[in-house]
């Protein structure tokens, strides 16, 4: 199973970050709970995504913030996607320029 950890450190590598120290991982998952938190705030509900989802671990939703261990909390479809969401809400922090639609 993906976790958050997971799509943070691909993101990371997509912004040529392949060795991200514990301050760049603790500022992407930072950056992981803005975006969940903005896709719910443009009504994109992932905890929905992922009851429409047959056959997916049902992941329960979190009562704060997700962690490093959490599981990604949307069917496999979606984690290419909210990678390249993710590295394009990272590039910014570290100087670096990244668009998500260039890679689509």
Request: hydrophobic letters at 50%; proline letters at 5%; charged letters at 25%.
């Amino acid at each position: 199973m993906t976790t958050v950890r997971d799509i943070i450190f691909r993101a990371g590598r997509k912004i040529g970050m392949a060795d991200m120290n514990a301050d760049e991982a603790s500022a992407g998952l930072d950056a992981f709970n803005d975006m969940v938190q903005a896709w719910k705030l443009d009504g994109i509900d992932v905890w929905h995504l992922n009851a429409l989802n047959d056959g997916f671990p049902m992941v329960d939703a979190p009562m704060s913030d997700f962690t490093f261990a959490s599981l990604f909390p949307m069917p496999d479809a979606f984690r290419e996607g909210a990678t390249f969401c993710l590295a394009s809400r990272m590039a910014p922090e570290y100087g670096l320029a990244f668009d998500a639609d260039d890679f689509l």
